[in-house]
Nanobody
Framework: QVQLVESGGGSVQAGGSLRLSCAAYGYIYSLDCMGWFRQAPGKEREGVATIDSDGSTSYADSVKGRFTISKDNAKITLYLQMNSLKPEDTAMYYC???????????????WGQGTQVTVSS
């Protein structure tokens, strides 16, 4: 069993920054594909950023240049540094993890409980 625990959400004014963390516990061997997703009220969940075991990253167009995903392999912790936040970034942010054997990293198997990010104008 794998447990993902997010932290770091909060309320911030537009232009501000937040750093989200996601700690992985349990049978975490070969969780080589991890990422962040978000869901705003009334909207579908969307991918924000992913990172695989090769260190390759991908970002949604809406966050490119503002968000940075990273991973501490020793601590098995995933991060999302969010800068220049906008009101449209307001959402519940979820950490996800999955096994990966190459190709597109799109984690779907394990999910955290979410952490709320609210950006005011």
């Amino acid at each position: 069993q794998v447990q993902l625990v997010e932290s770091g959400g909060g309320s911030v004014q537009a232009g501000g920054s937040l750093r989200l963390s996601c700690a992985a516990y349990g049978y975490i061997y070969s969780l080589d594909c991890m990422g962040w997703f978000r869901q705003a009220p009334g909207k579908e969940r969307e991918g924000v950023a992913t990172i695989d075991s090769d260190g390759s990253t991908s970002y949604a167009d809406s966050v490119k240049g503002r968000f940075t995903i990273s991973k501490d392999n020793a601590k098995i912790t995933l991060y999302l540094q969010m800068n220049s936040l906008k009101p449209e970034d307001t959402a519940m942010y979820y950490c996800a993890a999955d096994w990966w054997s190459g190709g597109t990293c799109n984690p779907q198997k394990y999910w955290g409980q979410g952490t709320q990010v609210t950006v005011s104008s």
